[in-house]
């Protein structure tokens, strides 16, 4: 084999750079290599799959690699359609040493095949950030200002915000721009704070990269039409168009996009109010979401998204059109549930409102709306008083008159006035070193356990993350990464030794997808054809099933995961274990035997719980020689 990767590292503290090359004996794509230059070098690493450019749709992901301050350890996050530009400089990865020493932004292009262009140049960020649109989309518009006229091609901007500088989970934006205007389709590489990590540890507040360059991506649709019709007895966007249904528009609940599709069949499943609705009755839950999510929350972005077909990519070529808007603004499950009904809110204008400031402050939404949700809990439980968080007001969280317009715009107002008050450091809050070495530290003034109620997988000595938002075992599952869909979220009752198994080879297949820069929501297809593809390019299929295998075992070798320490935790899975058994259509005994265990002693059986699915992880994720 001769494929190689190119690597550009780029020394932030002199604008110095280098090229080195790495091949395919050892390093297949962006999370392999990257994790191996974390090691090496301590870097911070953006690099695309080498499938980019290609035929192939969804293969243009921008994949993030590096140490991370919110999880403390080894992560990997992701933005659509990012890869699609960096392509044309003609590199694979972007490894970014040292720190400049002021804020400062770094310029790569690219022009007909000559070296790169770099630039480290300083910028007054905290200046832009207070201007125009604010924060990440302020900065992306002085960055495009001051470099969008030396390319000749759309360029393609990464930003941050505020969050960065002043907490854990900083995220990290970037949109599209085509024929000199930006895009209100933002994408994010978020989970895991690698905006914080980009400038905190490197002193890059944003990146501007592109180019001309044209390399030879695979593009011949005839072969890979001959593969799936081979496999599948369908072209390649035939298959596509199957496997991407619910992101586009699933017939079955008459709306689309991860949005529509969850909230549509949520039913007695729907989380509120800090989790508190998994205390609930079924009864009580199916009211809320018929009420407020089915008759207002899901019935408003129908009409104003679906119905309108206000939809979008990325920025690439996509039958998928994931991106879901309303105006300047862009609905996904995950954001719009963390910062709607966890935060008690469940109407569009009020969720829009919280979603665009915590979005131009720069946060990563899912764990920003878990924390906002944490803070509104301890307020509302008169654990916490509004001085002590910087604010004035107390959520509205009664439902026996909760007004769905009213009372969600008063949820948000505090939730905004909260964001403002985790930027400035008002009160008591600091959330530099993360919000569960914050809580350890107030708790012992206190004598009280903050975090008790704080929903989190904690990692090492201070690493968190907030949990997808599903209400399933597996989302809690003590993998090497959270918050990624590095495990199982199935509703089913799945035994914990088996639970752990089944993460952990799930684990292996999205890191089939995030090594070779492909879409998650491609999944139905990709993850079984890519490594044929492998196969049949480069002759290396078992080499690189091998090397998932390695990965994986490498990642999880540096597994330091933390037995629960919130009881919201805890709680979390005996009421989905009670879910079940209530619903009449679990057959298997063990579930009966596990709920036993748990009402003579819950926290010894979630312990068991917690330490058989690591058993079943470990087990199966042993690196073999």
Same mark, same amino acid.
């Given at each position: 084999?001769?494929?190689?990767?190119?690597?550009?590292?780029?020394? @932030?503290?002199?604008?110095?750079?280098?090229?080195?090359?790495?091949?395919?004996?050892?390093?297949?794509?962006?999370?392999?290599?990257?994790?191996?230059?974390?090691?090496?070098?301590?870097?911070?690493?953006?690099?695309?799959?080498?499938? @980019?450019?290609?035929?192939?749709?969804?293969?243009?992901?921008?994949?993030?690699?590096?140490?991370?301050?919110?999880?403390?350890?080894?992560?990997?996050?992701?933005?659509?359609?990012?890869?699609?530009?960096?392509?044309?400089?003609?590199?694979?990865?972007?490894? *970014?040493?040292?720190?400049?020493?002021?804020?400062?932004?770094?310029?790569?292009?690219?022009?007909?095949?000559?070296?790169?262009?770099?630039?480290?140049?300083?910028?007054?960020?905290?200046?832009?950030?207070?201007?125009?649109?604010?924060?990440?989309?302020?900065?992306?518009?002085?960055?495009?200002?001051?470099?969008?006229?030396?390319?000749?091609?759309?360029?393609?901007?990464?930003?941050?915000?505020?969050?960065?500088?002043?907490?854990?989970?900083?995220?990290?934006?970037?949109?599209?721009?085509?024929?000199?205007?930006?895009?209100?389709?933002?994408?994010?590489?978020? !989970?895991?704070?690698?905006?914080?990590?980009?400038?905190?540890?490197?002193?890059?507040? @944003?990146?501007?990269?592109?180019?001309?360059?044209?390399?030879?991506?695979?593009?011949?649709?005839?072969?890979?039409?001959?593969?799936?019709?081979?496999? +599948?007895?369908?072209?390649?966007?035939?298959?596509?168009?199957?496997?991407?249904?619910?992101?586009?528009?699933?017939?079955?609940?008459?709306?689309?996009?991860?949005?529509?599709?969850?909230?549509?069949?949520?039913?007695?499943?729907?989380?509120?109010?800090? +989790?508190?609705?998994?205390?609930?009755?079924?009864?009580?839950? !199916?009211?809320?979401?018929?009420?407020?999510?089915?008759?207002?929350?899901?019935?408003?972005?129908?009409?104003?998204?679906?119905?309108?077909?206000?939809?979008?990519?990325?920025?690439?070529?996509?039958?998928?059109?994931?991106?879901?808007?309303?105006?300047?603004?862009?609905?996904?499950?995950?954001?719009?549930?963390?910062?709607?009904? *966890?935060?008690?809110?469940?109407?569009?204008?009020?969720?829009?409102? *919280?979603?665009?400031?915590?979005?131009?402050?720069?946060?990563?939404?899912?764990?920003?709306?878990?924390?906002?949700?944490?803070?509104?809990?301890?307020?509302?439980?008169?654990?916490?008083?509004?001085?002590?968080?910087?604010?004035?007001?107390?959520?509205?969280?009664?439902?026996?008159?909760?007004?769905?317009?009213?009372?969600?715009?008063?949820?948000?107002?505090?939730?905004?006035? *909260?964001?403002? @008050?985790?930027?400035?450091?008002?009160?008591?809050?600091?959330?530099?070193?993360?919000?569960?070495?914050?809580?350890?530290?107030?708790?012992?003034?206190?004598?009280?356990?903050?975090?008790?109620?704080?929903?989190?997988?904690?990692?090492?000595?201070?690493?968190?993350?907030?949990?997808?938002?599903?209400?399933?075992?597996?989302?809690?599952?003590?993998?090497?990464?959270?918050?990624?869909? +590095?495990?199982?979220?199935?509703?089913?009752?799945?035994?914990?030794?088996?639970?752990?198994?089944?993460?952990?080879?799930?684990?292996?297949?999205?890191?089939?997808?995030?090594?070779?820069?492909?879409?998650?929501?491609?999944?139905?297809?990709?993850?079984?054809?890519?490594?044929?593809?492998?196969?049949?390019? +480069?002759?290396?299929?078992?080499?690189?099933?091998?090397?998932?295998?390695?990965?994986?075992?490498?990642?999880?070798? !540096?597994?330091?995961?933390?037995?629960?320490?919130?009881?919201?935790?805890?709680?979390?899975?005996?009421?989905?274990?009670?879910?079940?058994?209530?619903?009449?259509?679990?057959?298997?005994?063990?579930?009966?035997?596990?709920?036993?265990?748990?009402?003579?002693?819950?926290?010894?059986?979630?312990?068991?719980?917690?330490?058989?699915?690591?058993?079943?992880?470990?087990?199966?994720?042993?690196?073999?020689?």
């Amino acid at each position: 084999m001769d494929m190689f990767q190119r690597v550009l590292l780029v020394d @932030a503290a002199s604008g110095f750079y280098k090229t080195k090359k790495y091949g395919f004996e050892r390093y297949f794509g962006p999370v392999d290599l990257g994790i191996h230059l974390t090691a090496e070098y301590r870097s911070l690493n953006f690099g695309v799959g080498i499938f @980019a450019g290609s035929v192939f749709p969804g293969s243009n992901r921008m994949v993030v690699t590096g140490y991370s301050p919110c999880w403390q350890g080894y992560y990997i996050s992701s933005m659509g359609g990012a890869g699609l530009v960096f392509d044309n400089l003609g590199i694979n990865m972007l490894s *970014l040493v040292g720190k400049a020493p002021v804020p400062s932004v770094l310029y790569l292009n690219r022009n007909h095949g000559e070296e790169i262009e770099v630039e480290v140049v300083p910028v007054d960020v905290e200046a832009i950030w207070q201007s125009g649109r604010k924060g990440a989309y302020a900065l992306t518009d002085h960055v495009y200002a001051m470099f969008g006229d030396r390319y000749e091609k759309d360029p393609r901007i990464l930003a941050t915000g505020p969050a960065a500088l002043h907490t854990d989970m900083g995220a990290i934006l970037s949109v599209p721009i085509s024929k000199g205007k930006i895009s209100h389709v933002d994408t994010w590489a978020g !989970r895991g704070g690698f905006g914080s990590a980009l400038v905190r540890e490197r002193g890059i507040v @944003a990146v501007i990269y592109g180019g001309t360059l044209v390399d030879e991506d695979f593009r011949d649709r005839k072969v890979v039409d001959e593969w799936f019709e081979n496999k +599948y007895k369908l072209r390649l966007m035939q298959k596509d168009m199957e496997v991407t249904t619910k992101y586009r528009f699933d017939e079955k609940f008459d709306t689309g996009g991860t949005f529509g599709v969850n909230y549509a069949g949520m039913g007695g499943k729907i989380m509120a109010f800090n +989790y508190r609705t998994i205390f609930w009755s079924d009864e009580q839950r !199916r009211d809320l979401h018929q009420r407020f999510i089915l008759d207002h929350y899901l019935k408003q972005f129908n009409e104003e998204t679906i119905q309108k077909k206000q939809q979008a990519t990325c920025g690439e070529p996509c039958v998928a059109v994931c991106k879901k808007m309303n105006g300047v603004y862009k609905k996904d499950y995950e954001p719009y549930q963390t910062l709607g009904p *966890l935060c008690g809110i469940f109407d569009q204008r009020a969720a829009e409102k *919280l979603n665009r400031l915590g979005d131009a402050m720069g946060f990563d939404a899912i764990s920003l709306g878990g924390v906002l949700a944490w803070l509104m809990d301890l307020l509302d439980e008169g654990l916490l008083t509004p001085a002590e968080l910087g604010v004035t007001k107390l959520p509205r969280w009664d439902m026996a008159d909760f007004d769905v317009v009213e009372d969600s715009l008063h949820n948000a107002d505090l939730a905004c006035a *909260l964001i403002e @008050a985790i930027l400035a450091r008002r009160g008591l809050l600091d959330f530099r070193e993360g919000v569960r070495k914050w809580s350890r530290i107030q708790s012992r003034a206190r004598g009280t356990v903050l975090h008790e109620r704080l929903l989190h997988v904690g990692f090492n000595r201070r690493g968190w993350m907030v949990p997808n938002q599903y209400w399933v075992s597996g989302v809690l599952a003590p993998m090497a990464i959270a918050g990624k869909y +590095y495990m199982i979220y199935s509703d089913d009752f799945i035994a914990p030794r088996t639970l752990g198994r089944m993460c952990a080879e799930r684990m292996k297949k999205e890191l089939i997808l995030d090594n070779l820069g492909m879409c998650r929501f491609h999944r139905g297809w990709a993850e079984e054809m890519l490594p044929e593809v492998m196969g049949s390019l +480069y002759d290396c299929k078992e080499q690189f099933e091998r090397s998932i295998e390695v990965l994986a075992g490498r990642i999880h070798s !540096r597994n330091s995961p933390i037995f629960w320490e919130s009881q919201r935790n805890i709680d979390f899975l005996h009421t989905f274990l009670k879910r079940k058994h209530e619903g009449g259509e679990v057959s298997d005994p063990r579930l009966g035997e596990w709920l036993a265990r748990f009402d003579a002693d819950q926290g010894e059986a979630a312990r068991e719980f917690w330490y058989q699915t690591l058993m079943g992880i470990d087990e199966s994720l042993r690196e073999f020689f």
